[in-house]
């Protein structure tokens, strides 16, 4: 064996993406690669790639011609594409940007190991969608110690067709990887040092994987299965849609200890006109309605959504109903964003909403929902709440960590350490997190 190489990933979008960089520098570790905090000593590079809206997709060019000199300066240099830009664009990507070695699917990453030995001599590409557990065959070699949190993919791909949305084109249909291999990787992770996992999936609650018993298992049945794991402490997910937002599931949030109080239910928009043409297949007051038994079940739970403003036709009206759904719910924490019309998806046939119109109203929006964010935040003051502790703040002897309801809280405690979960009794809140002492 010689020096290792060295693997610079740079990872863009979702936390799925961040899961999957997880997994490729793992299977590239077994291909003689150390991952670094640098481009610059590389000797591959790798973009993890989000399309999901143009300007997310257009940064993997720009980066990519940052590497221009580095590439001129070290011509062994293997430079990758993989992720949601490498599924939607395949040889488009090495037409445009030469320089280039390989471009891989998510659907295809088992195979980059292999890809990888190959990327000296020629150009090579996969984002086909085959029939194997990829995550199967991506096991990870070395039983590092971890932090305490990580995330763990249990479903992928989309079957909802969102009239706005690749991610059916990206990741493809849904699938849901089995119990058993779940839990193992669940164990897995605890023994490495982890305390808190997240279960993603593009529709996560639509989860059906099959279970050691031959059926199909819901989310919340997986959920309890993970509840039994000794060690483990916490459990979330995401991202859901109201539609699979199953009795099961919602009882779950009121009686799994596990389960933390928060939970991301993405409902685009408040309008029913829109929500049809975005092919939805809910309303505003179903949605509501839903929320509501969500609360009868959990009632401190923090709700969570994504929001779209400008989709093709939203009329102030249908924007004002978007405001109105806000109003009702109360969020603990929002993401929303202007429309980016998709190639090829059906949204992107239809007229746009005025740029500057569309910019407004996203400002309007987003006013709003840091306003309840910070209300929300501001209402945990004098209470006492779980805290996970991730890593020593700035400050000598303090220590930071999220709350159960996902705010990061800086504490005053020299004798804890990273990993370790306390009760903390909130005493002030900050633009951005909260402060407390040990209870
Ligand atoms: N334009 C703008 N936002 C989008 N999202 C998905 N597709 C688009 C698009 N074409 C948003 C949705 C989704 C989140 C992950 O990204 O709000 O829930
Ligand atoms: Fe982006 Fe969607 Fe792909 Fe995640 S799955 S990287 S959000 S396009």
Not at 44 to 70: D, P, Q, W
Not at 170 to 198: F, M, Y
Request: hydrophobic fraction near 35%.
């Amino acid at each position: 064996m010689g020096e290792p190489k060295k693997l610079y990933i740079k990872t863009y979008g979702c936390q799925m993406n961040v899961y999957d960089s997880e997994r490729m520098a793992e299977a590239l570790g077994g291909n003689g690669y150390i991952e670094v905090g640098s481009p610059d000593e590389a000797d591959m590079i790798l973009l993890n790639t989000c399309h999901i809206r143009e300007k997310a997709a257009e940064k993997v060019y720009s980066e990519l011609g940052r590497f221009k000199g580095l590439k001129a300066e070290k011509p062994d240099l293997k430079i990758g594409v993989a992720g949601c830009v490498a599924q939607a664009e395949g040889a488009e990507i090495i037409a445009r940007q030469p320089m280039v070695d390989l471009v891989v699917g998510p659907q295809s990453y088992h195979r980059l190991p292999e890809m990888e030995r190959a990327a000296g001599t020629a150009k090579v590409i996969d984002t086909d969608f085959p029939e194997e557990d990829k995550f199967e065959k991506l096991k990870s070699r070395p039983k590092a110690r971890r932090g305490p949190t990580a995330f763990l993919t249990v479903q992928e791909g989309c079957d909802k067709f969102c009239a706005f949305c690749v991610v059916p084109y990206t990741r493809g249909a849904e699938v849901s990887r089995p119990v058993d291999r779940i839990l193992t990787e669940a164990r897995d992770l605890v023994e490495r040092g982890v305390r808190e996992i997240t279960l993603l999936g593009q529709n996560v609650n639509a989860y059906h994987g099959a279970g050691p018993d031959g059926d199909a298992w819901s989310l919340a049945r997986l959920i309890w299965a993970l509840d039994k794991v000794d060690g483990l402490e916490r459990i979330r997910f995401t991202t859901s849609h109201p539609n699979d937002m199953g009795e099961d599931l919602i009882a779950a949030h009121g009686e799994c200890r596990k389960l933390m109080p928060y939970l991301h239910l993405p409902v685009q928009s408040g309008s029913d006109r829109i929500l049809k043409r975005m092919n939805r297949r809910h309303t505003a007051e179903s949605y509501l309605r839903l929320i509501e038994r969500i609360r009868a079940a959990r009632p401190d739970i923090l709700i969570s959504g994504d929001f779209i403003v400008g989709f093709p036709e939203e009329t102030e009206a249908d924007f004002q109903a978007t405001m109105d759904l806000i109003d009702a719910v109360h969020y603990g924490s929002a993401f929303s964003f202007k429309y980016s019309a998709r190639p090829g998806t059906p949204a992107a046939e239809r007229p746009m909403v005025d740029a500057d119109e569309a910019d407004d109203r996203l400002q309007r929006l987003q006013a709003l929902i840091t306003r309840q964010q910070r209300e929300t935040q501001d209402g945990m003051v004098g209470r006492t709440v779980g805290v996970l502790f991730e890593k020593p703040g700035r400050l000598p002897g303090q220590m930071v960590g999220k709350s159960d309801y996902l705010h990061s809280v800086f504490v005053d405690a020299p004798d804890v350490s990273v990993g370790e979960m306390r009760q903390v009794r909130i005493a002030s809140s900050a633009p951005n997190s909260l402060a407390g002492t040990l209870a």
